[in-house]
């Protein structure tokens, strides 16, 4: 089954630990996004990748780095310098950055004790 | 002034009722709309696309006013499965960015 998939689901760290978030896409599709989801809040744009070997940072970027050195994989590291890390992660992709289809991830939920 | 607006709810309907969201958008430029359903603790996932001479897909139904800058989805006979969040997205085709709105929380009760 094509699909997206993020890991760990559930993350626990203490502060000042950098953390990396796996997300791994077998759809083919060229555009990957991070974002963050907070309690009442819509989601935010971390980083995004149009195409492998670049990315762009979005809203929010700050505290966080990624990669994208194949088309499946994006992974996101939220390194000490991010100071409210605890939130939803959600990575998504599309067939290209023009599409409004985004296919999400399951998540992974990170708190920093 | 927050770029996608929408009222945050709850808004709690009996089954079988008719219950509609509105969601204003700030950005003029916007291009493309979409309503996402997003259920408790899991990913959101497109509902449908938002055309301008509005569109429907069985029980619901999405508009747009471009003078206004206000798109709305209209969910009729409600089941207790339409429970979820409902997510308005913005897309301005200049940078092919995607804008969430904060959602909307629908509960259907018996």
């Known amino acids: 089954d094509g699909g997206i998939t993020q890991s760990p689901k559930y993350l626990f760290r203490k502060e000042g630990q950098n953390v990396t978030l796996s997300c791994e896409q077998n759809?083919?599709?060229?555009?990957m996004y991070w974002y963050r989801q907070d309690p009442g809040q819509g989601l935010r744009l971390i980083y995004y990748s149009q195409i492998v070997n670049d990315f762009q940072k979005g809203d929010i970027a700050e505290g966080y780095s990624v990669s994208r050195e194949k088309k499946e994989s994006f992974p996101l590291t939220v390194t000490s310098a991010q100071k409210n890390p605890t939130a939803f992660y959600l990575c998504?992709?599309?067939?290209?950055?023009?599409?409004?289809?985004?296919?999400f991830g399951e998540g992974s939920r990170l708190t920093v004790l | 002034r927050k770029e996608v607006e929408q009222d945050p709810g709850p808004f709690n309907v009996p089954e079988g009722a008719t219950v509609a969201f509105n969601c204003t958008y700030s950005n003029s430029a916007s291009q493309s709309f979409f309503w996402y359903r997003q259920d408790c603790r899991k990913e959101p996932k497109l509902l449908m696309s938002v055309y301008s001479s509005g569109n429907e897909d069985g029980r619901f139904t999405a508009q747009l006013n471009r003078a206004s800058q206000y798109i709305s989805l209209l969910i009729r006979d409600s089941k207790l499965s339409d429970s979820a969040t409902y997510l308005c997205?913005?897309?301005?085709?200049?940078?092919?960015?995607?804008?969430f709105g904060g959602g909307t929380r629908l509960m259907v009760k018996p």
């Open positions: 998504a992709s599309s067939i290209a950055s023009t599409s409004g289809e985004l296919f």
């Open positions: 997205v913005v897309k301005d085709n200049a940078g092919n960015m995607l804008t």
């Open positions: 759809l083919n599709h060229d555009a």
